[in-house]
């Protein structure tokens, strides 16, 4: 059962810590997202991936997050130096874009805490 | 551009009782659209997709939905709600054109609590 792996599930650290997400995205998908989850504003896109390529990082605070896909079967999400409103769920999501269809794969999130 | 809209952020409903949960959405090209379900601490499940073939579309745990192009409506139905079914409910859209192909555009999510 193909799915997408998300670490680590929780993370606490210390305002202006660095901390790194790690994505593995289904193998064969094309396409990587990263997005954010907080109560006051929802499921936010930061980042997305087409072939390794970003194609669109206009979500991401430009100044402390970085996203990157080393290769096809890891995608990582930066932020140097955190601040507590980073506080959120971070998901990364998998599809395989071709044909209209869209369809995308959800890893089960890391929950960032920083104090 | 494409949007969708859900009307209503809390829907609670009876167990065995049915369950409606609304979207509208706004797009300038034929919609692809989508239901995705989350339960607390796990990411976004698919339920079921429209993608032009038929309107009435079945997806897992018994739900359903209706593509209604005069109304531009997908809202997403279950003839019985069942105590498991507790969980927040996204609605989402394609986003067409250029280097946004592949992007989905996600409403404010409503959550469906089901009462004994």
């Known amino acids: 059962d193909a799915r997408v792996t998300q670490t680590p599930r929780d993370k606490v650290t210390e305002m202006g810590q660095e901390v790194t997400m790690r994505c593995q995205p289904i193998?064969?998908?094309?396409?990587v997202f990263w997005y954010r989850q907080t109560m006051m504003q929802g499921l936010e896109l930061l980042a997305y991936?087409?072939?390794?390529?970003?194609?669109?990082d206009s979500g991401m605070p430009k100044d402390r997050f970085s996203a990157e896909m080393p290769d096809a079967t890891l995608a990582t999400l930066k932020i140097q130096p955190s601040e507590p409103r980073d506080s959120a769920v971070y998901f990364c999501?998998?599809?395989?874009?071709?044909?209209?269809?869209?369809?995308?794969?959800f890893g089960p999130g890391t929950r960032l805490t920083v104090l | 551009a494409q949007s969708v809209t859900q009307l209503g952020s809390h829907v609670s409903v009876s167990e065995g009782a049915l369950v409606l949960l609304r979207c509208n959405y706004s797009?300038?090209?034929?919609?692809?659209l989508f239901w995705y379900v989350q339960y607390p601490n796990q990411g976004l499940q698919l339920l079921l997709k429209?993608?032009?073939?038929?309107?009435l579309v079945k997806g897992i745990n018994g739900f359903e939905a209706e593509f209604k192009k005069s109304e531009t409506s997908f809202h997403l139905t279950k003839p019985s709600a069942h105590m498991s079914d507790a969980a927040e409910y996204f609605c989402?859209?394609?986003?067409?054109?250029?280097?946004?192909?592949?992007?989905?555009?996600f409403g404010q999510g409503t959550i469906l609590t089901v009462h004994p």
């Open positions: 999501a998998s599809g395989l874009v071709a044909g209209g269809y869209n369809e995308q794969f």
């Open positions: 193998l064969g998908h094309n396409t």
């Open positions: 991936f087409r072939n390794r390529a970003p194609l669109d």
């Open positions: 797009s300038s090209v034929p919609p692809y």
């Open positions: 429209y993608t032009s073939a038929a309107t």
């Open positions: 989402a859209v394609r986003v067409a054109g250029g280097t946004s192909y592949g992007k989905l555009t």
